[in-house]
């Protein structure tokens, strides 16, 4: 079974400073994909970046950027120039090329500090 | 376009008693989910639909139905509602395998 880990429950970073959180992941399959989901407080579950494991390439959305290690299974998510509106939950997740069943992380909660 | 739509948002239960959550996705997506968030534990899946007519267990399906007659609408029954039941529930609905997945609102349901 696939499993996805989110080691750090709680992390805090200088508004304006550069954060990364931690996501790896376990997995036999060669096609899947990854994901980076953002809850803040009104609960909505908002896609912060995606990549295909295919794909050697790095995604990259405006400030948030992943650090994809296939080898490693590791799928880090670095949020640059930080800013308050990025405090939330933040859930790391995967899924087979198969389906489109989402495997969840636990979660880890972001603070951004004025 | 309103995406996928959750009702309702709140709702309170007493054991024992039965309830439906609805969830209606308006982009014609043919995969819908239902995912259910304790604190600490992420999400977890419950069942899951890949078109009408279609559905298949998750991480967590006892206590829970579900039904697919429409590719808009992906109902979850609870049969008769436990204090473990309490939670936030979550409907998403994703247009192909990979792609991203669109989520409702959420209810949090309590059970006493």
């Known amino acids: 079974a696939q499993t996805v880990t989110q080691s750090q429950p709680e992390m805090s970073v200088q508004e304006a400073e550069t954060v990364t959180l931690s996501c790896t992941y376990d997995?036999?399959?060669?096609?899947?994909?990854l994901f980076w989901y953002k809850q803040p407080p009104s609960r909505q579950m908002i896609l912060v970046i995606r990549q295909e494991a295919y794909k050697q390439q790095n995604a990259t959305e405006n400030r948030f950027s992943v650090n994809f290690q296939k080898a490693a299974k590791s799928f880090s998510l670095k949020i640059s120039d930080s800013q308050l509106g990025d405090a939330a939950m933040y859930f790391c997740?995967?899924?087979?090329?198969?389906?489109?069943?989402?495997?969840f992380g636990k979660g880890i909660t972001l603070s951004v500090r004025p | 376009n309103a995406g996928v739509t959750q009702t309702p948002k709140f709702q309170v239960l007493k054991t024992g008693q039965s309830m439906t959550l609805q969830c209606a996705q308006d982009?014609?997506?043919?995969?819908m989910s239902w995912y259910r968030q304790d604190p600490g534990m992420g999400l977890r899946l419950i069942h899951y639909s890949v078109g009408a007519g279609i559905t298949d267990q998750g991480e967590v399906p006892n206590g829970y139905n579900v039904s697919r007659s429409t590719t808009e609408d992906f109902p979850l029954r609870l049969l008769s509602a436990a204090p473990s039941q309490t939670s936030v529930y979550f409907c998403?609905?994703?247009?192909?395998?990979?792609?991203?997945?669109?989520f409702g609102q959420g209810t949090r349901l309590t059970v006493v």
């Open positions: 998403a609905s994703s247009y192909s395998k990979g792609s991203e997945a669109f």
């Open positions: 997740a995967y899924t087979t090329g198969a389906n489109s069943k989402l495997t």
């Open positions: 997995t036999s399959e060669s096609d899947y994909y």
């Open positions: 982009m014609n997506h043919e995969y």
